[in-house]
T-cell receptor, first 113, second 114 residues
Framework: DAKTTQPPSMDCAEGRAANLPCNHS???????VYWYRQIHSQGPQYIIH???NNETNEMASLIITEDRKSSTLILPHATLRDTAVYYC??????????????FGQGTILTVHP | SAVISQKPSRDICQRGTSLTIQCQVDSQVTMMFWYRQQPGQSLTLIATANQGSEATYESGFVIDKFPISRPNLTFSTLTVSNMSPEDSSIYLC???????????FGEGSWLTVV
């Protein structure tokens, strides 16, 4: 079973910030939070990941709460091309388990004009 | 970043036949994995492709049905054996260079069994 809970769908207006929440209340201290997105029938695209600090890259920002039980992915200026399924995943940081990802159903983000 | 190429990108196969999917990474990676995505579903991990040894399969997946090879640090194959229409899925390869590093995915191989 996936270790994360996400809303099944969200809408966002083009040009506005898209804030996608994720609950991972059972996360352990050595697990990373990963975000991927999948545009119809393509391979998952890496967005961002973090352990406990907030992270930012050219695509998005990741805000992780201090207790690490939830996080928010922020797309600062959503475009129509950001319409996709967004997956929040926790992954063991060490050993041979790292990289073995358990995908939930994700959040279908629809960006509309 | 790592670029992962998969071949074929899509294929239509007859039931009872087998198909081998190739995954090539543009640089050496530590770990490689194979996933399946059935129509309308999320991704499910099939197995870890271990370099130089037998793959490690997840519950519900067996070597006879999904034999995997990984002869070196940049290449792996997944064979879908004795295919049935239920095997119609997207098969995806992923890889990373070690704990904490980004985990990349290929574009997938879309398999339809008729």
């Amino acid at each position: 079973d996936a270790k994360t809970t996400q809303p099944p769908s969200m809408d966002c207006a083009e040009g506005r910030a898209a804030n996608l929440p994720c609950n991972h209340s059972t996360i352990s201290g050595n697990e990373y939070v990963y975000w991927y997105r999948q545009i119809h029938s393509q391979g998952p695209q890496y967005i961002i990941h973090g352990l406990k600090n907030n992270e930012t890259n050219e695509m998005a920002s990741l805000i992780i709460t201090e207790d690490r039980k939830s996080s928010t992915l922020i797309l600062p200026h959503a475009t129509l091309r950001d319409t996709a399924v967004y997956y929040c995943i926790v992954s063991d940081a060490g050993g041979t388990s790292y990289g073995k990802l358990t995908f939930g159903q994700g959040t279908i983000l629809t960006v509309h004009p | 970043s790592a670029v992962i190429s998969q071949k074929p990108s899509r294929d239509i196969c007859q039931r009872g036949t087998s198909l081998t999917i190739q995954c090539q990474v543009d640089s050496q990676v530590t770990m490689m994995f194979w996933y399946r995505q059935q129509p309308g579903q999320s991704l499910t991990l099939i197995a870890t492709a271990n370099q130089g040894s037998e793959a490690t399969y997840e519950s519900g997946f067996v070597i006879d049905k999904f034999p995997i090879s990984r002869p070196n640090l940049t290449f792996s194959t997944l064979t879908v054996s004795n295919m049935s229409p239920e095997d119609s899925s997207i098969y995806l390869c992923s890889a990373h260079r070690g704990p904490g590093n980004t985990i990349y995915f290929g574009e997938g191989s879309w398999l339809t069994v008729v």
